[in-house]
Each structure stands twice: as C-alpha cells, then as structure tokens.
C-alpha cells in the first residue's frame, strides 16, 4: 500500500542553523501539508501546497519556514535559522483531490540545542 | 477559531470491553471530521472520516459518529483488545477553501489491560 515517507527520522541541529525536512508523498496525490507537534502538545497545521504554491498557511509558519516541491516526488520543508522552539515532531501528510482522507508521514523529529 | 476537545485525556480498561471516545468542536462549519491513531513516537493512522452531511462510518470494530449542529462526535471501539492501546486523535477540516487543513484535539490515550 502506498505510504508518505519521511527523511531523517531524527535530526539534531545547532541554533541559528539550517535545517530541510523531505517527505515523498504518495504519487498521486496533488495536495501536501506540513504539521508539527511539539512534546505533549496538540498536532499544529503549518502549511498547505497545491499547484506548485502555497494554499494556506498558519501563524506559526513565519518568514523562517518555507516550503518547496523540487520534483515530481519530494516535498521539503525548510527552516532558515532555528530556534529552540522549533524542536518538535514535523509531519507532512498528503491527499488526492477528490479522496478528503489525509495521509500522513511517519514524522521528523527535530531537536535544536 | 476553530478548537477541539477530546475527553478523557486518558482511559484504562480492561480487554473485551466496549468503549466510546468523545470529541467536541466550537465550530460546526465543518467540511469533514477524521479519526486518528497514533502510537507513542510515531506517526498518524487514519482510522475513519467522516463527511459533513454523514452521521457515521464503521470499520472493523470501530464505529465513529458525527452529529455537526451540536459540534460533537463518537468513536466506539467494539470488544477492545490490547493492541487498541494507542492516542486516539479528532481532528476537522473547516469548510472554507480547499485546503482542508486540519486541527486537531489533544488525543485520548487508551490502554487496553490484558
């Protein structure tokens, strides 16, 4: 069956430091999100990818984040400069068009020192 | 803005038993409401979804519910097992825009006692 991947599993980083998360969403699927969940916290939503550019995006998703699809297969999420507070489990999660069930990532989980 | 509720925070029972989830929505301009599973470290399992205009959605043991004028919805795990033992996640999609981004409740965590 076909899954989301993500890479890395785990990925520790210094602060002020660059950080890009990949995920492979299932092939057919035409929308992509990123989500993260901070340690006890409630699953965030930070951003929405359609047709090559963002749909919608969160608060939290500032000018430090971005996203980017550089093929047809990987979708990445990049932090520019990261703060302690970014330390968090990253999920991406992708959908097809008419199928509403999201499907998500086995998830990233970032530590920033 | 939208916020979800999920009690209890946690739950114990023992093997066999029948047990309903609860979650709850300020907003009811829902477009969808979808049920999750997620094990301690790991990623999200998409259980059921339910669509707006639907009352509820079965698989399996699992049987989720949804009424949306009172912002509510169920999931009722038939003769639970120990391999239920897990977070169990509402979220809902709001109904405007396409996105269909999700948010979520803080989780139930089960653990089903052999």
């Known amino acids: 069956e076909p899954e989301v991947t993500q890479t890395p599993s785990h990925q520790v980083t210094q602060m002020g430091q660059e950080v890009i998360l990949r995920c492979v969403p299932i092939s057919n699927h035409l929308y992509f999100y990123w989500y993260r969940q901070i340690l006890g916290q409630k699953v965030e939503f930070l951003v929405s990818f359609y047709n090559n550019e963002i749909s919608e995006k969160s608060e939290i998703f500032d000018d430090q984040f971005s996203v980017e699809r550089p093929d047809g297969s990987n979708f990445t999420l990049k932090i520019r400069s990261t703060k302690l507070e970014d330390s968090a489990m990253y999920f991406c999660a992708s959908r097809s068009a008419p199928q509403e069930t999201q499907y998500f990532g086995p998830g990233t989980r970032l530590l920033v020192l | 803005k939208q916020e979800v509720t999920q009690i209890p925070a946690a739950l114990s029972v023992p093997e066999g038993e029948n047990l309903v989830l609860n979650c709850s929505f300020t907003?009811?301009?829902?477009?969808?409401l979808q049920w999750f599973r997620q094990d301690p470290g790991k990623g999200l399992t998409s259980l059921l979804l339910?669509?707006?205009?639907?009352r509820e959605q079965t698989s399996g043991r699992l049987n989720a519910s949804l009424d949306k004028s009172s912002g509510r919805s169920t999931l009722y795990i038939a003769a639970s097992q120990p391999g239920d033992s897990a977070t169990y996640l509402c979220a809902v999609s709001d109904s405007i825009g396409s996105a269909r981004q999700l948010t979520f409740g803080s989780g139930t965590q089960l653990t089903v006692l052999p």
């Open positions: 907003d009811s301009a829902i477009y969808n």
């Open positions: 339910i669509q707006s205009s639907q």
